[in-house]
């Protein structure tokens, strides 16, 4: 009903900077949140940022507050990550998803309120 597709990872070292675009399509009418979570080796999934995608307001995880943005082009389907002053700790996949089901975004980045996923994108940071 909904894909996403995840764009822009790569290897940065620390303290750059990094854009992650993530492109939707299908029955994106439905989609009132999307989000960017990421999956570090041995570590749980984590969301790390969330958008309405019909009011605009955003959520941060703690760990990236400050550091990250989350934007939208709803004219585009488009949702982005913009990730400055990137640590090693940054290192993970980080995936694209989209709640199509719920009224409001969850702010506590829970990944289960999330129905639809990205295959992932990798970031490395280096010293």
């Known amino acids: 009903q909904v894909q996403l597709v995840e764009s822009g990872g790569g290897s940065v070292q620390a303290g750059g900077s990094l854009r ?3 492109e939707a399509s299908g029955y994106t009418y ?4 999307m989000g960017w979570f990421r ?3 041995g570590k749980e999934r984590e969301g790390v940022a969330g958008i309405s995608a019909v009011i605009g307001t955003t959520y941060y995880a703690d760990s990236v507050k400050g550091r990250f943005t989350i934007s939208q082009d709803n004219a585009k389907n488009m949702v982005y990550l913009q990730m ?5 700790e940054d290192t993970a996949i980080y995936y694209c998803a ?3 089901s719920g009224r409001w975004c969850d702010a506590n980045l829970d990944p289960r309120k999330f129905g639809f996923w990205g295959q992932g994108t990798q970031v490395t940071v280096s010293s």
């Open 20 to 22: 992650l675009s993530c």
């Open 30 to 33: 439905r989609i009132i949140c």
């Open 39 to 41: 999956q570090a080796p």
């Open 84 to 88: 400055n002053s990137l640590k090693l």
């Open 98 to 100: 989209a709640d199509a």
